[in-house]
């Protein structure tokens, strides 16, 4: 039995050895040290709205189904029957009153709890079933973000999110006072490790370059505002692998400068939205259709991307599956939520300027870090001018890597078995 890698021989504060992105052995580590002991995102709270709903989806890759059960308590268990290991639900969603094993006929219900064995007399009174109910995970939720963990020791999860806390709370402001609700999604899978993916969202530097087609398909207006890497944005270290990067601060809340001119490419919209509504709440439904001026990176698979969810879940070492969901108003303006989802499929859809060109980068980096040995990643962008904070944390310019190190500095306490720097 060959010994595990040592974590530490991958990476430097300031670069990484491409390997970090292709070794098996240290791929099979992330897979126990961080996805089976960290927070993991599973769904938003609209998912499962009512008792009965679920979602089925992964931990790490552990196949999980997400219930509210009777009482509105939600459950994370193993999509795995507790007989013969037949997965117990293969919809993508839906809502259920049970979840009945489709070999032997085994049924739970939506805690997980083992109601029914039919035949049961086979056993002879040797089937206890209150000690083989679907294994549940340990749950959590904030702001509507729910998490689940194998971890049931680690810290509670508004202590794990810390900074980041704030950021989540501007973030779903999009709702415009309505709750945020998802309206759809999309999933791709691209040739590359997942870590890649992890780095790309705080990576303001990239944006005028790979992007450069979406900018040529928009308006002059928009243009201006998405050209800021020379701008007064900054990327910050939260802490536990967080980071937020803020590429247009006049939008990082939504419920300031409401008396901001609306931009032309919402003019008509902003007519529309007059007939039904007062101006003031107008004016804060189109600043929430255009999203927000920040993404927010939460280690290690979510991230809040200024007016979408985007989740990473790692297929194996070289393979990464991603989700982009839609996220609207939930009682909000029809109209306003058609908007959103046209602005969505511009960018982050299969057809869009911004999805198929992220992606080929990926794929270019995989591929690319398979060229000779020992040739170093380089993170170090901002290095030399990232200052640290009256709250400890770091903070760089908007192009920095201030993103990509915090996440790599909870990787490598979390690999090494210790606590994030």
């Not at 101006?279 to 929430?288: F, G, H, S, T, Y």
Request: charged fraction near 20%; glycine fraction near 10%.
């Amino acid at each position: 039995m060959t010994n595990p890698p040592d974590p530490g021989t991958f990476l430097a504060p300031d670069r990484a050895d491409g390997s970090i992105y292709s070794d098996p052995a240290l791929y099979r580590m992330e897979m126990e040290r961080i996805f089976m002991h960290h927070w993991i995102w599973v769904a938003h709270y609209s998912d499962i709205p009512e008792p009965g709903d679920f979602v089925t989806t992964f931990v790490g890759s552990h196949p999980v189904i997400v219930s509210r059960d009777r009482k509105g308590a939600v459950h994370v268990m193993l999509n795995r029957c507790r007989h013969r290991a037949a997965t117990v639900c293969e919809r993508a969603k839906g809502r259920a009153a049970s979840f009945v094993c489709p070999y032997h006929g085994w049924a739970y219900g939506l805690d997980g709890a083992l109601r029914g064995v039919p035949y049961a007399e086979g056993y002879d009174g040797q089937l206890d079933k209150a000690a083989l109910p679907l294994v549940n995970l340990r749950v959590a939720e904030y702001a509507g973000l729910i998490f689940a963990t194998f971890d049931h020791g680690i810290a509670p999860l508004d202590e794990w999110l810390g900074a980041a806390r704030p950021w989540i709370g501007l973030f779903m402001k999009q709702g415009a006072g309505w709750p945020v609700k998802t309206m759809g999604e999309h999933r791709f899978t691209f040739s590359g490790n997942w870590k890649i993916q992890l780095e790309n969202t705080t990576d303001a530097y990239h944006f005028p370059i790979v992007h450069k087609s979406f900018l040529d398909s928009v308006d002059a207006e928009t243009q201006d505002t998405f050209d800021f890497v020379k701008g007064d944005g900054f990327v910050k270290d939260l802490g536990n692998g967080h980071s937020v990067m803020v590429m247009i601060p006049e939008l990082v809340d939504l419920d300031a400068n409401l008396d901001a001119p609306i931009p032309e490419r919402f003019s008509e919209l902003a007519e529309m939205l007059s007939q039904d509504y007062p101006p003031e709440q107008v004016r804060r439904i189109v600043r929430a259709v255009g999203g927000t001026g920040f993404n927010l990176n939460l280690f290690p698979n979510l991230a809040c991307s200024m007016a979408f969810f985007r989740v990473l879940r790692p297929l194996d070492v070289t393979r990464t599956e991603i989700r982009h969901i839609a996220i609207g108003m939930d009682g909000g303006p029809d109209i306003a939520n058609r908007m959103r989802l046209r602005l969505h499929e511009h960018f982050q859809g299969p057809m869009g300027f911004g999805t198929p060109d992220d992606s080929e980068a990926w794929d270019r980096v995989q591929r690319g870090s398979h060229a000779g040995r020992g040739i170093a990643v380089l993170l170090n962008r901002g290095l030399g001018h990232e200052t640290r904070g009256a709250d400890g944390h770091l903070r760089s310019d908007v192009s920095a890597e201030t993103g990509m190190r915090a996440a790599y500095r909870q990787w490598l306490a979390t690999m090494s078995g210790g606590d994030a720097a």
